[in-house]
């Protein structure tokens, strides 16, 4: 396709891949809210406008306001953080749920049928990602809303695709942010989908009050191809597809996962981990899931062990973040630009003291 | 012992267990040499003195050379980097051994011995330590001499126990420029000693060319609790205590490990790690051990590995140090110091959006 449009704006130094673009010709099955104003950008929307909409839960000001905060531009920056200091008293009130499996395992049809029976009960559900490896040109940015078609268009939901083409850490304050703008607008229900790479779970794992490992039965080795870590961070396994002739097999792998629980640490004080069985296709254990859920935020809630994470999040990605700044700023200043490369030349062939090198530029870097 | 002398310096905030504090009524078995001068702090001495004094390879200004680049004063930092710059062209004409295993594996043993085998043989031996759970009042500044009596008292031997009191971070540090310092006095062979605690071993790996891994045979299940990133940073594993009843026990576990090597990615391009016997209490396969580093050097120098390797060290290590100290400056900054708690706060209470918090904070430090 060759009608590239222009994003609304691109990060610092990103390339034609940046994620808000818009794929021309598949808009179709995109929510007809959602573009409604599509003539408006949001720079051009007033704060309190945005504000105001986010508040008001209008899904199209909702969407504009995550696109503000995934803008890396200084002034959308501060407009962002101002559109979120207002809204930040209003968030906190839902349960965000992290949702992690390999490909195939089926996580889009869970998160639509899961979803879907949310709203049932009476829920407001937001699905964000987190995919290190998404990019517009694969389709990332429809492909969410394309996967799970029927959530999408019902108006209890919000979907919003990974924000895109830049470092997990960059991704991940941008899905934090847009967990609180998405519960501000009364979303009770976030459900936070990652693939298993690199270092995208413990990245949702830190953002979320409950971690759910999807899997599938396979071959009676169902521990072998999974990391022991990720297991630890898990506060429910669903073994997936377990129907038809599947069933026995999902229901070894179940055996198989419960005696591992036993040997591993636990994520979460006050709860323990389990396994249980279901067919997201088939609509089949989904209300188990969802009292799982019920249970594990009574038991944490009463426990404190609920709040304690919130709060250790809260600290851990203020921490983070500090840390990222403060070296992004030093390695973007004027002066260290220019004596780097040559510093770093000078020390790699062996002609410099390393502790030399930094503390001159640590010099040239406070000037 | 309540005689508790006051050490030359102490790091900046650092408590009573400063390393670098002498701990007296053991003076006796400390190699002479080093302290005929004792009435001289390293503070006194010019940077000529200690310049001629490490170049002519005089064991007691080495010892003061150390002594100056491991304090944190802003005075000596400065001396001491001007020593390194001086010495610099004179470093890195040797081969730097790492070393590690459990406690009890016998490396003090081993490492005495063998350097007393490489001193026979013309060479000579520098052992540094890193150990990031030492400190003064564990006795460890004299413990590694009391362990290798007759290597302390040769004089082709330098032997320094582990800078301590510090975080890894800036221990390593110190080790890696007391590498630079023995070998501008002329060591040929520096031997770095770690007990597995922690993120040690990739430390050490960080500064060394030649990685040993030290393991004595169990009961059969050698691999049990070892864990395999371990084995992925050796260049050679040693199987010691390969003497008495016990050879056909460290036979096996050889085989074990010989084995498991087949699955492992290997820790140098253009070497394949072995397995090897030894027992160094009874000087058995020392030899085999000095061959097998020969080896490896002729292999990496020949393939580029080394120099390649070398390379990169010098460049991470400067990379991490320069953002180790851009944080430490952020940080050490007044209104960083004035405005952090009370930010932190809010953060955590979920009353202030994280990244206006930072944002405030960056703009307060480059004020």
Chains 1, 2 share one sequence.
Not at 314 to 341: D, G, N, R, T
Request: some cysteine; overall charge neutral; proline content about 3%.
């Amino acid at each position: 396709m060759s009608d590239k449009r222009k994003p609304e704006w691109a990060p610092l130094n990103s390339g034609s891949e940046f994620a808000s673009r818009i794929v021309s010709g598949e808009n179709t099955i995109v929510n007809p809210m959602s573009n409604r104003d599509n003539k408006k950008t949001a720079r051009q929307y007033e704060l309190s406008e945005l504000v105001e909409g986010v508040r008001d839960s209008n899904r199209t000001l909702l969407s504009k306001a995550i696109t503000l905060i995934e803008s890396n531009s200084e002034k959308h920056f501060q407009m962002g953080q101002e559109l979120l200091n207002q809204l930040l008293p209003l968030s906190g009130a839902s349960i965000r749920i992290g949702i992690t499996g390999v490909p195939g395992a089926g996580k889009s049809t869970f998160i639509e049928n899961f979803g879907l029976s949310l709203i049932e009960k009476g829920h407001k559900v937001a699905v964000l990602a987190i995919d290190p490896s998404s990019c517009i040109s694969k389709g990332s940015i429809l492909g969410d809303k394309t996967r799970m078609e029927k959530l999408s268009c019902h108006p209890a939901s919000f979907i919003r695709p990974s924000p895109s083409a830049g470092v997990l850490g960059g991704v991940a304050r941008k899905t934090r942010e847009s967990i609180i703008l998405c519960e501000a607008a009364g979303y009770d229900t976030i459900l936070i989908e990652t693939v298993g790479v690199g270092q995208s779970e413990t990245t949702v794992r830190s953002m979320v009050d409950f971690f759910l490992l999807m899997q599938i039965a396979g071959a009676g080795d169902e521990l072998q191809g999974i990391k022991k870590g990720i297991i630890e961070l898990a506060d429910l396994i669903v073994i997936n597809k377990s129907d038809g002739d599947n069933i026995q097999r999902a229901e070894l792998a179940k055996q198989e996962f419960s005696n591992a629980l036993h040997y591993i640490r636990h994520a979460t004080d006050s709860w323990q981990t389990k396994a249980v069985l279901c067919s997201a296709l088939f609509n089949d254990g989904l209300d188990v899931i969802w009292d799982v859920v019920q249970d594990f935020k009574l038991a944490t809630i009463n426990s404190g062990a609920f709040k304690k994470r919130r709060t250790e999040q809260s600290i851990q990605w203020f921490e983070s973040l500090l840390a990222e700044s403060v070296l992004h700023s030093f390695y973007q200043s004027k002066a260290v630009i220019q004596l780097l490369p040559e510093l770093k030349e000078k020390v790699s062939q062996g002609s410099l003291p390393v502790a030399l090198a930094v503390s001159t530029l640590i010099s040239a870097g406070s000037r």
